[in-house]
């Protein structure tokens, strides 16, 4: 699967569609909307209750960025 890729020139704050944002990352709207039930996925957010849903640029880029677990050994006992 490649990457999603994100032009470095879109503005962070610009909406994207649920269907701009399954083109972009060649994924099925039924995925992402299970991603969603299950509290996963980029947020997505409807406005005045009802209507399409729309998420940024920005929350795109968030949830696309390599994430880093930082875990305390004194929290685990010192087994990771």
């Known amino acids: 699967m490649q990457p999603i890729e994100i032009p470095a020139d879109w503005n962070g704050s610009a ?8 083109s972009l990352a060649r994924l099925p ?3 992402v909307h299970a991603w969603q039930s299950r509290g996963s996925g980029p ?3 409807r406005f005045n ?16 960025a390599p994430s880093t ?3 305390d050994v004194r929290e685990t006992g010192g087994r990771l």
């Open 15 to 22: 909406l994207l569609t649920i269907d701009e944002f399954c």
């Open 29 to 31: 709207q039924a995925t």
């Open 43 to 45: 947020r997505f957010w």
């Open 49 to 64: 209750g009802n209507g399409r849903l729309y998420t940024t640029v920005d929350e795109v880029r968030r949830w696309t």
């Open 69 to 71: 677990v930082v875990m």
